[in-house]
């Protein structure tokens, strides 16, 4: 995500907000310790916490509950706390709730937000389960591979990742 | 180069293998290149010291010897120094990890974890391998046999991708530089 955004110009893309897992020990770190410029200052970044909809080896039951919650926690976040002009989620279950929530206030007519969802660069000829609950719901859809923009034509290949062949 | 008296050799640069599993957990990979095998290949290659990030692991007990020193440690915020200073990567498939070691034109070896389920790891590698940007091994079982195939892995040069697509493309569907916002590129959607 980080080298995504690194070269985003910061007088069009501000503020910027980051979202991260709750449960999630590492990303604020990895911001933390970038070796490129960013886009915004570190450590003034509005940072949210999300709780996730699952952890690891949760029951069924309490799932349902916690998913709930996320998901409610997602929509006070876009549609109250935030009100982004554009999301940019990068395919983690936790980018679920917000996109969908996104999705949600603007096929009612409020707030509409553009949803930018970037797959996975591990992903070279098949769709992430979230890619896939995704696809219908997001203004621009991102791939990094040729193979999948051949399989889903209205995709966009970016291949900045790939180092390019000399 | 500069002398040392007290043994009156050549103190020489080192060159160095750097082992990383990320923040997964990996014991096998570990376990592979910490044999007496994969060691003894490493110092006919002329490396002198390996240091191994072990991620959730077990702490390996491999321990240096005189001329072939061994750093482990389970975490690191940054590895980007390790792997600048490498000469070989051996990793596990991780984007991230893929991703940088290939940003800094090193040698690379992955080895995917055939533990894991929905190994979908093993379309990057192997797209990369194809590609012969990386030396992809299937199975950490078969990490020994590689070895020696590893020397005759030559890569293919290459350079890092436009670090501007994204932003680029980002600006022009958003309308910044254009003055038609939503249309980008010759793909309307909906």
Avoid at chain 1, 18 to 29: M, Q
Avoid at chain 2, 85 to 108: C, F, N, P, W, Y
């Amino acid at each position: 995500m980080l080298h995504l955004i690194r070269n985003l110009d910061a007088t069009r893309y501000a503020p910027m907000i980051l979202v991260v897992a709750k449960t999630d020990t590492t990303s604020v770190r990895r911001v933390k310790a970038y070796p490129h410029n960013l886009p915004f200052d570190r450590d003034t970044v509005p940072t949210y916490f999300i709780p996730r909809s699952r952890e690891v080896g949760q029951s069924y039951w309490t799932s349902i509950l916690t998913t709930l919650y996320s998901f409610w926690f997602a929509f006070w976040l876009v549609g109250a706390q935030i009100q982004p002009d554009v999301i940019l989620v990068n395919g983690p279950g936790t980018c679920l709730p917000i996109a969908l929530s996104a999705f949600f206030f603007r096929i009612m007519g409020w707030k509409a937000s553009k949803t930018i969802f970037v797959e996975s660069f591990c992903r070279v000829s098949s769709l992430s389960l979230t890619g896939k609950l995704l696809f219908p719901v997001t203004d621009l859809f991102v791939v990094c591979w040729e193979e999948l923009e051949r399989k889903f034509p209205s995709t966009h290949l970016v291949t900045s990742f790939i180092p390019k062949r000399s | 180069m500069t002398t040392d008296d007290t043994t009156k050799s050549v103190v020489r640069k080192d060159r160095s293998v750097f082992v990383t599993v990320g923040t997964t957990l990996f014991d096998k990979l570990i376990e592979g290149v910490t044999t007496p095998t994969a060691v003894q290949w490493m110092k006919d290659q002329g490396y002198n010291k390996m240091t191994i990030q072990y991620g959730k692991g077990q702490k390996p007990t491999i321990v240096s010897e005189e001329l072939f020193q061994v750093e482990t440690y389970d975490f690191a915020s940054s590895l980007e120094q390790d792997m600048i200073q490498a000469d070989l990567i051996i990793s596990h498939a991780g984007a991230g990890t893929v991703m940088e070691a290939l940003r800094l034109q090193k040698r690379l070896m992955v080895v995917i974890n055939t533990d894991l389920m929905n190994n979908h790891q093993t379309e990057l590698a192997s797209a990369m391998h194809e590609r012969k940007l990386l030396y992809m091994v299937e199975s950490p079982n078969v990490l020994q046999e590689s070895f020696g195939e590893l020397e005759h892995f030559v890569p293919l040069p290459h350079q890092e991708g436009d670090e501007f697509a994204f932003p680029i493309l980002l600006d022009s569907f958003l309308g910044f530089d254009q003055n038609t916002s939503g249309e980008c590129c010759g793909k309307k959607r909906e």
